[in-house]
């Protein structure tokens, strides 16, 4: 079950590189090679197939704007019209499926449906990997899981004392398990708030306490955006557990991850970690917290693919127990259902 007429992650802006070669990934079950136009940069994207052979056209090469494949040379523009082949005067009247691209917040976004619908609006916003104000560290991996299952996982975060106890449980100087998080939903998205108090702050003194707000969003197809803020004690209490406004925090952090399904087994996860401040002192902890999210989302990964292995064994009638933690989950795959089905109706009406 997969959304088409959305924007889904290809990966980072600086994974395709002007003057080299296109870059073909999986989304969706859609292959789909990117490339940069030679002489400005432009991203283009298109089905990576060739029409000949199906040979991939992300094993080919860039020429100019266009795109060359390797095989026997068939050579097609930005338009996806065929342009020149071997041997023949005038090439033939094929073309090849061209998608919607988009360049935003260090992203290439991807738009896998009906080009017509193609709405950039839908791309929300994130923090991109180039202010210096908020510097920021991104890496990729994959899953042998579906990607629902990581949609769970994000949606929440009580695991965090159990899977990553000793790597963001820590990092976090909270309790995830004994916080309860605000949720609230709206048209393509689900929004987390909590906050945490007499929370222990991360590389401060032993036993400096602080309050800690965490405030995410999870739209859309699977984009997470995460702002933390850690402020002296009393604050939550000071905001009437509300959102803080106007109160400098000790320290503040950011996250962008983007949940990419491949295919229905498959799942691609692109994701940044960054603080707020552009000092020496943050560029070290920077990097000593990216080595602590790489370690975390490993973690992650072999739960989720443990837990992908138990499902594929198990019959889809055996019920599952429901705990409050899975109001946010729970939420987002009623959200996924929903969307597919209206898109499935529009569909089968013709709109």
């Given at each position: 079950?997969?959304?088409?007429?959305?924007?889904?992650?290809?990966?980072?802006?600086?994974?395709?590189?002007?003057?080299?070669?296109?870059?073909?990934r999986?989304?969706?079950?859609?292959?789909?090679?990117?490339?940069?136009?030679?002489?400005?940069?432009?991203?283009?994207?298109?089905?990576?197939?060739c029409?000949h052979?199906?040979?991939?056209?992300?094993?080919?090469?860039?020429?100019?704007?266009?795109?060359?494949?390797?095989y026997?040379?068939?050579?097609?523009?930005?338009?996806?019209?065929?342009?020149?082949?071997?041997?023949?005067?005038?090439?033939?009247?094929?073309?090849?499926?061209?998608?919607?691209?988009?360049?935003?917040?260090?992203?290439?976004?991807?738009?896998?449906g009906?080009?017509?619908?193609?709405?950039?609006?839908?791309i929300?916003?994130?923090?991109?990997?180039?202010n210096p104000?908020?510097p920021?560290?991104?890496?990729?991996?994959?899953?042998?899981?579906?990607?629902?299952?990581?949609?769970?996982?994000?949606c929440d975060?009580?695991?965090?004392d159990?899977?990553h106890?000793s790597?963001?449980?820590?990092?976090?100087?909270?309790?995830?398990?004994?916080?309860?998080p605000?949720?609230?939903?709206?048209?393509r998205?689900?929004?987390?708030?909590?906050?945490?108090v007499?929370?222990?702050?991360?590389?401060?003194?032993?036993?400096?306490?602080?309050?800690?707000?965490i405030?995410?969003?999870?739209?859309?197809?699977?984009?997470?955006i995460?702002?933390g803020?850690?402020?002296?004690?009393?604050?939550?209490?000071r905001?009437?557990?509300?959102?803080?406004v106007?109160?400098?925090?000790?320290?503040?952090?950011?996250?962008?991850q983007?949940?990419?399904?491949?295919?229905?087994a498959?799942?691609?996860?692109?994701?940044?970690?960054?603080?707020i401040?552009?000092?020496?002192?943050?560029?070290?902890?920077?990097?000593?917290?990216?080595?602590?999210?790489i370690?975390?989302?490993?973690?992650?990964?072999?739960?989720?693919?443990?837990?992908?292995?138990?499902?594929?064994?198990t019959?889809?009638s055996?019920?599952?127990?429901?705990?409050?933690?899975?109001?946010?989950?729970?939420?987002?795959?009623?959200?996924?259902?929903?969307?597919?089905?209206?898109?499935?109706?529009?569909?089968?009406?013709?709109?």
């Amino acid at each position: 079950m997969f959304l088409r007429n959305c924007w889904y992650v290809f990966g980072w802006s600086r994974d395709v590189v002007a003057g080299g070669k296109p870059v073909g990934r999986v989304i969706i079950g859609q292959p789909i090679a990117v490339w940069r136009s030679d002489a400005d940069g432009r991203l283009h994207a298109a089905e990576d197939r060739c029409p000949h052979r199906h040979a991939p056209l992300s094993a080919g090469q860039v020429e100019g704007e266009a795109i060359r494949c390797l095989y026997h040379g068939m050579k097609f523009g930005t338009d996806g019209r065929c342009l020149h082949v071997p041997l023949l005067e005038t090439a033939p009247d094929i073309s090849i499926r061209i998608y919607p691209v988009v360049e935003k917040d260090s992203w290439i976004w991807i738009w896998t449906g009906d080009a017509d619908k193609a709405d950039e609006s839908l791309i929300p916003d994130a923090f991109g990997l180039d202010n210096p104000d908020e510097p920021m560290q991104a890496n990729s991996i994959e899953y042998d899981a579906n990607y629902q299952l990581i949609h769970d996982n994000l949606c929440d975060l009580s695991h965090v004392d159990f899977v990553h106890e000793s790597t963001l449980r820590l990092a976090s100087g909270a309790w995830w398990a004994q916080s309860k998080p605000r949720i609230t939903t709206r048209d393509r998205a689900i929004r987390f708030e909590r906050w945490f108090v007499n929370a222990d702050l991360p590389g401060g003194q032993s036993g400096e306490k602080v309050d800690t707000w965490i405030a995410y969003d999870f739209v859309v197809p699977g984009i997470f955006i995460m702002r933390g803020a850690r402020y002296p004690e009393g604050t939550a209490a000071r905001c009437g557990m509300q959102e803080p406004v106007g109160i400098e925090p000790h320290t503040r952090n950011i996250e962008q991850q983007a949940v990419t399904p491949i295919d229905e087994a498959r799942t691609a996860y692109h994701f940044a970690t960054g603080l707020i401040g552009n000092t020496p002192e943050l560029t070290q902890k920077l990097a000593q917290r990216m080595g602590v999210v790489i370690a975390a989302f490993a973690e992650d990964r072999t739960m989720i693919e443990a837990q992908q292995r138990i499902w594929n064994r198990t019959d889809p009638s055996v019920e599952k127990y429901f705990l409050p933690q899975d109001k946010g989950p729970h939420l987002m795959r009623k959200l996924m259902e929903r969307l597919v089905r209206e898109e499935r109706e529009a569909a089968s009406q013709g709109a």
